[in-house]
């Protein structure tokens, strides 16, 4: 969702004042309210998936994709899909829009696929097929899956219960020999429900412990190693597997991962789902509540070209969300929602990382925690950074200009720039992030991650990223403060990113305007909504659909909905709501629910019409 940053640059009442928020979940501690669950109603929801009855409700590129026609042979009955088989540049779609109960434990998207074609070669994929849900490739198949007749195909749809999405098939040639791929019998079961969910509202796994080793190629660009990670069962219910997000897999195809897992132990990993970005991973036993487990993997990790909060401007390479991490579930379930470019789908619980990265002597290598450098082999260095408590890991790598300062409050930060940023600007934004990092702190609590590291790179298209004590930023004293403001509301405060981005974007985009002096005065007055669905705390799903409101209104009304709050409540009292609800939300998890429960304790005035008012549900 590139045609509209999701870290916007700009000024106003209601311009965000630059860049995001990621998600970050928190400890097992704390219940998180949620809704009932809906009721599964068990459905088979493709129609005419034998494409026995006619072409309704499907749509075709040609009237001949749906056909009984001589040359291929249906898995069923008597008709077909034959997508391409032409031998020339050729492109075949088929689709139709399926909508997917919610409350079902498991929705799986099956079908039969015949793959003929006249390629002789063993490795190169010339002509493919691609499943989709929405803009979202769940596999693809090529001329190197040729089979003698039909096999069937299962992908994991469960992260789509709820939602009325758009199923499609897009078959591509080249410009010559040719491959028919021909599908039947497609289907799209839902099931589950009955079994009862987690018995408690705790998140789960607890407590996760990362260790990673990485060595990089000689420009910073790919990584391999091995990763493990041991964590807790804190819920009363039993795990019998767990989730590792693959996020950067976004970045790919799941012909090309960028990030590849290979070689698990502890447990039985399935075939990715989520477009790649979801690892399911078997345990050997369930895992009752107390009980603790490791598993590990070796662990590739390739940079694209692009600068990208994962991806390389020249020889700088900006590594976030490349770790494998484990996938949060609670009273809601598994969380295992698509990645999202346009904002952040990023949920996971407070961990503890310690990360080797064996790198060439002429890179730097920037990243969450507190590093060390060791000398390693000839003409190498081996960085370990350890970090307590951050909700992810990122690093960078590349010959950056590196400038260095203590905080008045005493926290080291560091600055990297990239070539083309001068040192003026480099030393501005220095002094700009120790002021906010301290100013940040005396509102909500002391900074604990130690040493802060912001990677300065102005080509960046978002404006800035936030990872824990590590942050991409371009050039600007407002996207930096923000930045740095989201150390607390996403890394301390942690949130459902993905369902609740207004917790982290909002909060910190109201902190920014704090630490600059800006008092938000009359900013409600410009709100103008642009539907009645429209609502400051919509989910990540609804902002991809409407992209272009996303920042006005998750940053922009967001933060002004926060003033409008200080003065129903006071300056005093808000301050206190803040500092208090960040001290018991510490390494947590907030919900909308929970920060409206804390306004509401924190004055006698009747909030009701107040959340109405800023469309604030939940």
Same mark, same amino acid.
């Given at each position: 969702m590139r045609s509209t940053p999701h870290k916007a640059l700009g000024a106003g009442a209601l311009t965000v004042a630059a860049v995001a928020a990621l998600v970050l979940p928190g400890t097992p501690a704390a219940a998180r309210p949620t809704a009932a669950p809906a009721a599964c109603t068990p459905a088979q929801v493709v129609g005419n998936g034998g494409f026995e009855s006619g072409t309704s409700p499907w749509s075709a590129s040609s009237s001949t994709v749906i056909t009984s026609r001589a040359g291929q042979t249906a898995h069923g009955g008597s008709s077909y899909a034959w997508l391409d088989g032409v031998g020339s540049s050729h492109t075949d779609t088929l689709g139709q829009s399926v909508t997917i109960p919610a409350g079902c434990d498991a929705a799986t998207l099956t079908f039969w696929l015949h793959i003929d074609t006249d390629e002789t070669t063993s490795s190169v994929a010339y002509d493919k097929l691609r499943a989709k849900i929405g803009s979202t490739t769940l596999a693809t198949y090529s001329n190197l899956d040729k089979n003698t007749g039909y096999v069937k195909k299962s992908i994991d749809v469960s992260a789509y219960a709820g939602q009325t999405v758009a199923l499609s098939f897009t078959g591509t040639e080249d410009s010559s020999l040719r491959t028919s791929f021909v599908l039947d019998d497609i289907a799209l079961d839902t099931s589950g429900g009955s079994a009862p969910p987690p018995g408690d509202s705790t998140r789960t796994p607890a407590a996760p412990s990362y260790t990673v080793n990485l060595s990089s190629d000689t420009t910073g660009t790919a990584w391999a190693g091995h990763e493990s990670v041991t964590f807790t069962n804190a819920s009363a219910t039993a795990l019998n597997e767990v989730y590792l997000r693959l996020w950067d897999n976004y970045h790919g195809t799941c012909d090309a991962m960028p990030i590849r897992v290979t070689n698990v132990t502890g447990g039985t990993a399935e075939a990715p789902s989520v477009a790649c970005t979801a690892l399911k991973i078997d345990l050997p036993a369930p895992l009752a509540q107390g009980q603790s487990a490791t598993l590990g993997f070796d662990l590739g990790i390739t940079v694209p070209s692009g600068a990208d909060r994962f991806g390389h401007d020249g020889a700088y390479s900006f590594i976030g969300n490349a770790l494998p991490v484990l996938a949060v579930r609670d009273s809601a379930g598994w969380h295992l929602d698509p990645y999202t470019d346009n904002g952040e789908s990023f949920y996971s619980l407070a961990a503890d990382f310690k990360v080797t990265l064996d790198h060439p002597n002429g890179l730097l290598v920037p990243a969450t925690g507190t590093s060390t450098d060791t000398p390693g082999s000839s003409g190498r260095t081996v960085t370990t950074a350890t970090a307590s408590k951050v909700r992810d890991f990122a690093w960078a790598a590349g010959p950056f200009t590196k400038i260095s300062g203590t905080s008045s409050a005493g926290v080291a930060v560091n600055v990297y720039s990239v070539s083309g940023i001068s040192s003026s600007s480099a030393q501005s934004m220095l002094s700009t992030a120790k002021t906010a990092v301290d100013a940040h702190a005396a509102r909500f609590g002391a900074y604990p /991650?130690?040493?802060?590291?912001?990677?300065?790179?102005? %080509?960046?298209?978002?404006?800035?990223?936030? /990872?824990?004590?590590?942050?991409?930023?371009?050039?600007?004293?407002?996207?930096?403060?923000?930045?740095?403001?989201?150390?607390?509301? /996403?890394?301390?405060?942690?949130?459902?990113?993905? %369902?609740?981005?207004?917790?982290?974007?909002?909060?910190?985009?109201?902190?920014?305007?704090?630490?600059?002096?800006?008092?938000? @005065? %009359?900013?409600?007055?410009?709100?103008?909504?642009?539907?009645?669905?429209?609502?400051?705390? %919509?989910?990540?799903?609804?902002?991809?659909?409407?992209? @272009?409101? /996303?920042?006005?209104? =998750?940053?922009?009304?967001?933060?002004?909905?926060?003033?409008?709050?200080?003065? =129903?409540?006071?300056?005093?009292?808000?301050?206190?709501?803040?500092?208090?609800?960040?001290?018991?939300?510490?390494y947590g998890v907030s919900t909308t629910a929970e920060f409206k429960a804390a306004a509401q304790a924190a004055t006698s005035t009747d909030l009701t019409s107040f959340w109405t008012q800023h469309r604030i549900d939940g």
């Open positions: /991650y130690g040493e802060l590291d912001a990677v300065l790179d102005n %080509n960046y298209w978002f404006g800035g990223m936030e /990872y824990p004590g590590f942050v991409l930023d371009v050039v600007s004293s407002t996207a930096l403060t923000h930045e740095i403001g989201h150390q607390w509301w /996403y890394g301390i405060v942690g949130d459902d990113e993905y %369902n609740s981005p207004w917790l982290d974007e909002a909060f910190t985009d109201y902190a920014t305007d704090l630490a600059l002096g800006k008092t938000g @005065s %009359n900013c409600w007055n410009s709100v103008s909504w642009a539907s009645s669905a429209e609502k400051i705390t %919509n989910s990540m799903a609804y902002w991809d659909a409407h992209s @272009s409101r /996303y920042s006005t209104v =998750v940053y922009g009304y967001g933060k002004c909905a926060l003033h409008d709050l200080r003065r =129903v409540l006071g300056d005093t009292a808000m301050t206190k709501l803040l500092k208090d609800y960040a001290t018991a939300h510490w």
